[in-house]
């Protein structure tokens, strides 16, 4: 099976940087995602890595070392609308390539 | 595109009751995936289905809960019986078939059987 951990809160304030980390086991890999969901909302697709290294997008970046089962979301220049959950999700092998397991969730409050 | 559409959006209804969720998934895309949110589960994947096909159902909860997949562009996730515990927000959401590909969600349809 597979399992995923990841912080249950973190809060910054605007205009910092904050890390949201998440580690994994599962039985092969394919890749990991992360989401945002806001508060009564969708989750909503915000990067997926599948191979080691940093994948920028904007003022969010995401992270992935397949050696230590570990990767993170990165967001720089905090605004008080990034105050939602992320998930981070694997793909592993014994799913099949399309299933998302999620974790748990990390929610981040961005206060002024 | 519009997006993925669910309906109802918010139902209310009594236990025992069957309730039914629909879904259309964004055209052109060829897999879908039914999933379920509640804050004690978290957000668990109930089953999916590639070309109209169930290929992973493991997630359904048990017998009381089935999917259906007509056609390219319509789904339905039926509960019959319904009881209290089934109150969550149930999300649908479709992609592509390659490995990589992302999985845009719907709004939901939020539940709450009394």
């Known amino acids: 099976g597979q399992s995923l951990e990841q912080p249950s809160e973190v809060t910054a304030v605007e205009g910092a940087i904050v890390q949201i980390n998440c580690t994994y086991q599962?039985?092969?890999?394919?890749?990991l995602s992360w989401y945002q969901q806001h508060d009564g909302g969708a989750p909503t697709f915000l990067s997926y890595?599948?191979?080691?290294g940093l994948e920028e997008t904007g003022r969010f970046s995401s992270f992935l070392s397949r050696s230590d089962s570990y990767g993170y979301l990165l967001l720089q220049e905090l605004q008080m609308k990034d105050s939602a959950s992320y998930f981070c999700a694997v793909r592993g092998f014994d799913t099949g390539f399309q299933k998302l397991v999620f974790g748990t969730g990390t929610r981040l409050l961005v206060s002024p | 595109d519009a997006g993925v559409i669910q309906s109802p959006r918010h139902e209310v209804t009594e236990m025992g009751q069957e309730v039914t969720l629909r879904c259309k998934p964004i055209?052109?895309?060829?897999?879908l995936f039914w999933y379920r949110q509640t804050m004690m589960r978290g957000l668990e994947l109930l089953i999916y289905f590639n070309n109209n096909v169930p290929i992973d159902d493991s997630g359904m909860p048990e017998d009381r809960f089935s999917a259906k997949m007509p056609n390219a562009s319509f789904s339905t996730l039926k509960i019959q019986p319904s009881e209290p515990r089934d109150s969550a927000v149930y999300f649908c959401?479709?992609?592509?078939?390659?490995?990589?590909?992302?999985?845009?969600f719907g709004p939901g349809t939020r539940l709450l059987v009394l």
């Open positions: 890595n599948a191979l080691d």
């Open positions: 599962t039985s092969g890999f394919y890749g």
């Open positions: 055209s052109g895309h060829n897999s």
């Open positions: 959401a479709s992609s592509g078939r390659g490995p990589g590909e992302t999985q845009y």
